[in-house]
């Protein structure tokens, strides 16, 4: 009875060590910047962000890991100012000084999306761009993902902000409207958010609002299912063209086109599908979807 | 050879209308004038079904059944910026969506279709996406309903749920900033930027086109009968967020939104519909006389409320249930604007107490108080009622 408990005990911990050794490790370094944001009027606002190695040099880093990988997430101030890095029902690695470091190691994750933020000075370093997408993946999906982080800016609050004066948050009147740090034509140059594929593939498309307006996103051409709703889970199961979106609120939708072609999807609040008073130059990309 | 191939093109023609189950005609127009609850005006763009009707924001209602073969026949007759219509909601394919770039537009004094089939029963919109931020300010912009595959106008869609009356409330605001000529007749280059005010401060929060007093005004009540059931749908074509409020008691419970039944139902008194959304509400009307449904605009920036105002619901006091009638007149008597409920489309007729002719009525109302007071017959010729103006 004793050997065949001793057994399986042994057998059980051959399985967790070789989970283990199988377990992927996946790093990030991030880097907390000053950049420089120029908009196609040839205005720019000079914004934070956590930098990765990412090409998108306007927008902090997206996240992607396997909730089977084990993390190792170092985070570097390289900002004058303290900030925080921490991510709701993740981790927190609390306040970070100028020219300090914050690092962390953690694995056993649940799949799903998640945001990620400095929390200091809340909303305001969150709206300068110190806020990102995580998204920990399930090893078992293979549906291609897009991922759209909405932000807009207002130039005189990234001014004043620079100067140490914080805005009040009810004159907010923004004029650029960005899908990852670019408004239109830039947008569908990018391929995590530029939505392609073919008819009767199932696309996923994550969209988190990390900025200080609600939006009100339009497909054309397509409904789309919500799959996912970080403000109203009760939500979840609508087929919808038409998808709002509260400040730091996340959606994941699901959607399988019927027919090909090349469709819009922008912020319905048409004020936001302009940039610094152009037309077509905020929030508004296309679908491309091939027979 | 030519011949033949000429034969064929207008049999293939006369095929592809044949199976066109409704059509409709819808003109773009630049020369609105819209007057707001405090008498100023403001010039606006928008749709008609006819060149001599005059431009109303909203444009009028397309109506069709699920199923249904629509073609629009789409003249721009605007003297300016080129126009097209976008089917919000419906799923159409590319060429029928109504983006210029990725389609056509359309010029002035030209036409062009848009071929879509009807897909789920359900409330949707239509509106220009040339110049989108400007033109749907301007105006252009109205309701879809796609009914059901019978066309039962009391039941939401096939197989779903009867209703005795049901009402449209389509949020909007204007800017008045924005409708000066030098922004309405812009110049039109796709390959030049475009330029729209940079500040948005809307004066006016329209629900159907009427703001402020004009909501309150009593002839523009929405009329229902006691104890109605109603089918409410709502929709947002503005860039504020709209609150709608019903008067507790009424069980407002939502049921479906951008043409789709929601997988729960929601109960709730409160229907925050965001730019572009719509959503379908059913009330339970009970024995009073008015209900106050409140609308809230708010601003997306900051979500401050920046405009609250009333639709009022009003019930006849008539017990219908218990009349055969085709139509109906309330109040009554008055003092010179009666309110009227025809079932029938037919235009009606109003006569002197005496029997003469004075003219036909297709409005919800008649307004007879610049005439003498008396007493007055209204008829649908085979039922008449008198009213009388005192």
Same mark, same amino acid.
């Given at each position: 009875?004793?050997?065949?408990?001793?057994?399986?005990?042994?057998?059980?911990?051959?399985?967790?060590?070789?989970?283990?050794?199988?377990?992927?490790?996946?790093?990030?370094?991030?880097?907390?910047?000053?950049?420089?944001?120029?908009?196609?009027?040839?205005?720019?606002?000079?914004?934070?962000?956590?930098?990765?190695?990412?090409?998108?040099?306007?927008?902090?880093?997206?996240?992607?890991?396997?909730?089977?990988?084990?993390?190792?997430?170092?985070?570097?101030?390289?900002?004058?100012?303290?900030?925080?890095?921490?991510?709701?029902?993740?981790?927190?690695?609390?306040?970070?000084?100028?020219?300090?470091?914050?690092?962390?190691?953690?694995?056993?994750?649940?799949?799903?999306?998640?945001?990620?933020?400095?929390?200091?000075?809340?909303?305001?370093?969150?709206?300068?761009?110190?806020?990102?997408?995580?998204?920990?993946?399930?090893?078992?999906?293979?549906?291609?993902?897009?991922?759209?982080?909405?932000?807009?800016?207002?130039?005189?609050?990234?001014?004043?902000?620079?100067?140490?004066?914080?805005?009040?948050?009810?004159?907010?009147?923004?004029?650029?409207?960005?899908?990852?740090?670019?408004?239109?034509?830039?947008?569908?140059?990018?391929?995590?958010?530029?939505?392609?594929?073919?008819?009767?593939?199932?696309?996923?498309?994550?969209?988190?609002?990390?900025?200080?307006?609600?939006?009100?996103?339009?497909?054309?051409?397509?409904?789309?299912?919500?799959?996912?709703?970080?403000?109203?889970?009760?939500?979840?199961?609508?087929?919808?063209?038409?998808?709002?979106?509260?400040?730091?609120?996340?959606?994941?939708?699901?959607?399988?086109?019927?027919?090909?072609?090349?469709?819009?999807?922008?912020?319905?609040?048409?004020?936001?599908?302009?940039?610094?008073?152009?037309?077509?130059?905020?929030?508004?990309?296309?679908?491309?979807?091939?027979? | 050879?030519?011949?033949?191939?000429?034969?064929?093109?207008?049999?293939?023609?006369?095929?592809?209308?044949?199976?066109?189950?409704?059509?409709?005609?819808?003109?773009?127009?630049?020369?609105?004038?819209?007057?707001?609850?405090?008498?100023?005006?403001?010039?606006?763009?928008?749709?008609?079904?006819?060149?001599?009707?005059?431009?109303?924001?909203?444009?009028?209602?397309?109506?069709?059944?699920?199923?249904?073969?629509?073609?629009?026949?789409?003249?721009?007759?605007?003297?300016?910026?080129?126009?097209?219509?976008?089917?919000?909601?419906?799923?159409?394919?590319?060429?029928?969506?109504?983006?210029?770039?990725?389609?056509?537009?359309? +010029?002035?004094?030209?036409?062009?279709? #848009? &071929?879509?089939?009807?897909?789920?029963?359900? /409330?949707? !919109?239509?509106?220009?996406? %040339?110049?989108?931020?400007?033109?749907?300010?301007?105006?252009?912009?109205?309701?879809?309903?796609?009914?059901?595959?019978?066309?039962?106008?009391?039941?939401?869609?096939?197989?779903?749920?009867?209703?005795?009356?049901?009402?449209?409330?389509?949020?909007?605001?204007?800017?008045?900033?924005?409708?000066?000529?030098?922004?309405?007749?812009?110049?039109?280059?796709?390959?030049?930027?475009?330029?729209?005010?940079?500040?948005?401060?809307?004066?006016?929060?329209?629900?159907?086109?009427?703001?402020?007093?004009?909501?309150?005004?009593?002839?523009?009540?929405?009329?229902?009968?006691?104890?109605?059931?109603?089918? +409410?749908?709502?929709?947002?074509?503005? #860039? &504020?967020?709209?609150?709608?409020?019903?008067? /507790?008691? !009424?069980?407002?419970?939502? %049921?479906?939104?951008?043409?789709?039944?929601?997988?729960?139902?929601?109960?709730?008194?409160?229907?925050?519909?965001?730019?572009?959304?719509?959503?379908?509400?059913?009330?339970?009307?009970?024995?009073?006389?008015?209900?106050?449904?409140?609308?809230?605009?708010?601003?997306?920036?900051?979500?401050?409320?920046?405009?609250?105002?009333?639709?009022?619901?009003?019930?006849?006091?008539?017990?219908?249930?218990?009349?055969?009638?085709?139509?109906?007149?309330?109040?009554?008597?008055?003092?010179?604007?009666?309110?009227?409920?025809?079932?029938?489309?037919?235009?009606?007729?109003?006569?002197?107490?005496?029997?003469?002719?004075?003219?036909?009525?297709?409005?919800? &109302?008649?307004?007879?108080?610049?005439?003498?007071?008396?007493?007055?017959?209204?008829?649908?010729?085979?039922?008449?009622?008198?009213?009388?103006?005192?």
């Amino acid at each position: 009875m004793f050997a065949k408990h001793k057994n399986i005990a042994i057998l059980l911990f051959f399985v967790l060590i070789t989970g283990k050794l199988l377990s992927n490790q996946i790093s990030f370094r991030l880097e907390i910047k000053n950049h420089s944001i120029l908009f196609n009027d040839g205005h720019s606002v000079d914004a934070k962000l956590f930098s990765g190695i990412s090409n998108n040099i306007n927008c902090s880093e997206l996240l992607i890991w396997q909730s089977t990988d084990t993390l190792n997430l170092k985070v570097v101030n390289l900002d004058i100012a303290s900030h925080g890095f921490m991510s709701n029902n993740l981790f927190d690695l609390g306040i970070i000084a100028p020219g300090d470091s914050a690092s962390i190691t953690v694995s056993d994750f649940q799949p799903g999306i998640y945001r990620y933020f400095d929390a200091t000075q809340s909303p305001y370093n969150e709206y300068l761009g110190l806020s990102g997408i995580i998204h920990i993946k399930n090893p078992q999906e293979n549906t291609p993902y897009f991922y759209w982080d909405l932000r807009e800016y207002q130039e005189e609050w990234n001014d004043q902000l620079n100067l140490g004066v914080f805005p009040n948050l009810l004159n907010y009147s923004p004029k650029y409207f960005t899908i990852n740090g670019n408004s239109e034509p830039d947008i569908n140059n990018d391929p995590i958010a530029r939505v392609t594929g073919n008819v009767g593939q199932e696309l996923k498309i994550v969209i988190v609002n990390n900025g200080l307006s609600i939006h009100s996103m339009h497909f054309h051409g397509y409904h789309a299912v919500l799959v996912n709703s970080s403000k109203n889970s009760s939500h979840v199961g609508r087929s919808k063209d038409t998808f709002p979106l509260y400040p730091s609120e996340y959606i994941v939708l699901s959607l399988t086109p019927d027919k090909p072609g090349e469709y819009p999807v922008h912020d319905h609040n048409l004020v936001a599908v302009t940039g610094g008073g152009i037309y077509h130059a905020g929030m508004f990309t296309t679908l491309l979807i091939s027979p | 050879m030519r011949l033949i191939l000429t034969l064929l093109c207008i049999l293939i023609t006369i095929l592809a209308e044949s199976q066109i189950d409704y059509n409709k005609l819808i003109i773009g127009r630049n020369n609105g004038i819209h007057t707001f609850h405090d008498g100023q005006q403001t010039r606006t763009f928008g749709f008609t079904e006819t060149l001599s009707a005059a431009v109303k924001v909203p444009g009028p209602t397309i109506s069709c059944n699920a199923g249904d073969s629509v073609k629009i026949d789409f003249w721009n007759m605007s003297q300016g910026a080129p126009h097209t219509i976008h089917l919000h909601g419906l799923d159409v394919d590319q060429q029928n969506d109504g983006v210029g770039m990725l389609s056509f537009e359309v +010029m002035h004094d030209e036409h062009g279709y #848009y &071929y879509f089939k009807a897909p789920h029963p359900g /409330t949707y !919109l239509y509106h220009c996406h %040339v110049g989108s931020t400007i033109h749907l300010q301007a105006g252009m912009y109205g309701l879809v309903i796609v009914r059901p595959t019978d066309g039962n106008q009391n039941l939401n869609w096939d197989g779903g749920e009867t209703f005795n009356k049901e009402f449209s409330l389509l949020a909007s605001e204007m800017d008045t900033v924005w409708h000066n000529d030098t922004i309405l007749d812009h110049e039109h280059d796709m390959t030049m930027p475009l330029y729209v005010p940079e500040v948005y401060n809307p004066q006016y929060f329209l629900i159907n086109g009427l703001s402020g007093t004009q909501l309150t005004d009593p002839v523009n009540y929405l009329f229902a009968l006691k104890n109605d059931k109603i089918y +409410m749908r709502l929709a947002n074509i503005g #860039y &504020y967020g709209t609150k709608f409020i019903f008067p /507790t008691g !009424l069980n407002a419970r939502t %049921v479906a939104s951008d043409g789709r039944p929601l997988p729960f139902e929601v109960l709730s008194d409160t229907v925050e519909v965001l730019p572009g959304e719509r959503y379908e509400t059913f009330l339970q009307l009970g024995t009073e006389q008015f209900y106050p449904i409140i609308v809230e605009h708010f601003n997306l920036n900051n979500q401050i409320i920046e405009s609250s105002q009333e639709v009022i619901i009003q019930t006849s006091s008539l017990n219908l249930t218990s009349i055969e009638n085709n139509f109906y007149i309330f109040p009554n008597p008055s003092k010179g604007m009666f309110n009227i409920f025809n079932a029938n489309e037919d235009a009606l007729k109003l006569y002197t107490a005496d029997g003469v002719f004075m003219k036909f009525i297709s409005d919800d &109302y008649i307004d007879l108080t610049s005439y003498p007071c008396g007493v007055y017959i209204i008829s649908d010729g085979i039922q008449s009622i008198k009213i009388v103006k005192d």
